[in-house]
């Protein structure tokens, strides 16, 4: 597999950028099906919604296909609740990526290209209504292709934005994942993050039972010489 290298994002990886963003997110949507199932609210769901149907219908076949029906319904609930994630982004920081991340010194978005081609995505911003003198950026859009994994790519990117960020001169980097994304947590937990604490994102996920969890890595000052 050819070698990659990290760089700033130019409008002409736009396309790939939001394809592979997109990507990332409905990846999981298996994962998050097979969490659901077994949670003891739908794991009731499962056994008294076919028991029911089969009293009152006295069909297996009917039983079963409703069974299955709400099955590939939740399966696709679940898909349209991970491209939510997409259609927020791009109308906000996505929309414009060059004006929202490029525009000014204290933000960036990096891309990393192996062949060409764009394989992995990662961006920062300063966060918002800080006390005076504190200053923190927030990581957003951690993605690589699936195809490129396991080339430390990952890594690399996050230590992109911590590089970054301490030329800033910030004290802390912030970032969110969601409960079930095992990987990313280990990665950022690996690289020093700590979790910090969890929300909802909405009324779906807190249904499910599916936090995000905040993470933050706090940085050595100006005067230690490493990350």
Request: with cysteine; net charge positive; charged share 15%.
């Amino acid at each position: 597999m050819a070698p990659y290298h990290i760089c700033t994002y130019q409008e002409s990886d736009r396309k790939t950028v939001v394809h592979l963003y997109g990507s990332s997110l409905t990846e999981h949507t298996p994962t998050t099906f097979k969490y659901l199932l077994k949670q003891p609210g739908m794991l009731l769901l499962e056994l008294g919604m076919p028991l029911s149907l089969l009293l009152v219908s006295g069909s297996w076949l009917f039983t079963i296909m409703a069974s299955l029906t709400l099955l590939i319904f939740l399966w696709f609930l679940i898909r349209f609740m991970w491209q939510q994630f997409l259609v927020i982004a791009l109308r906000t920081d996505l929309a414009d990526i060059t004006k929202t991340y490029l525009s000014v010194s204290d933000s960036c978005f990096w891309v990393a290209k192996s062949g060409g081609q764009v394989v992995g995505i990662v961006g920062t911003l300063p966060v918002k209504n800080l006390p005076p003198g504190k200053k923190q950026l927030q990581l957003f859009h951690l993605a690589v292709d699936m195809e490129h994994r396991g080339m430390g790519m990952a890594k690399a990117l996050v230590r992109t934005v911590l590089q970054f960020a301490r030329h800033q001169g910030c004290s802390e980097v912030l970032v969110e994942t969601t409960l079930i994304q095992y990987h990313a947590q280990a990665l950022y937990q690996g690289m020093g993050f700590q979790k910090t604490g969890h929300y909802f994102a909405n009324m779906f996920w807190k249904l499910a039972g599916i936090p995000m969890i905040k993470f933050m890595h706090h940085l050595p000052s100006a005067q230690d010489g490493s990350l």
